[in-house]
């Protein structure tokens, strides 16, 4: 299977120093700083891009569990809000996922929407944390 590679290059002391983290090949270049991650300052944060990455994984892997059961999705949106403590640490993600998948019952959706976050890679590499999901059909 594939491998992946990302970096991160920080100058400077925690608080006033900056950073840039890139994503495979480029593509995403962005700042980020002391503000952007504990306060409210331009630029992202790691607890971000964790987040799209576990919505992006969540949102393919429910994809491939509803279409091995049948069900072809026309859509899947979710939103994963990550939860940063003190410690620093992430204590929480909640997911939230909204699908247009035709012909499939709710009760079946619900089960294989847990299935997807128990199986999603993503999920699994953050294992030590809590996980919360709420999924739901587009009508």
């Known amino acids: 299977m594939a491998i992946r590679t990302s970096e991160a290059t920080w100058t ?5 120093g900056k950073g840039v983290m890139k994503i495979g090949k480029g593509a995403y270049n962005g ?7 504990f306060e409210s300052g331009e630029g992202t944060n790691p607890e971000e891009l964790i987040g799209a990455a576990h919505a992006g994984c969540y949102s393919m892997f429910l994809s491939a569990v509803l279409t091995r059961a049948g069900f072809a ?3 899947i949106h ?21 699908a247009d998948v035709p012909g ?3 009760k079946l959706f619900l089960e294989k929407s847990e299935e997807a976050k128990r199986g999603c890679p993503v999920s699994k590499a953050l294992a030590s944390v ?3 999901l709420s999924a739901m059909l587009k009508h």
């Open 130 to 132: 809590e996980i919360k």
């Open 104 to 106: 499939v019952a709710e």
């Open 73 to 75: 999705p026309k859509s």
């Open 31 to 37: 700042p980020y700083t002391y503000a952007s991650r």
């Open 78 to 98: 979710t939103t994963a809000t990550v939860h940063l403590t003190d410690g620093p640490t992430i204590s929480l993600i909640e997911l939230k996922c909204e």
């Open 12 to 16: 400077g002391n925690l608080r006033e």
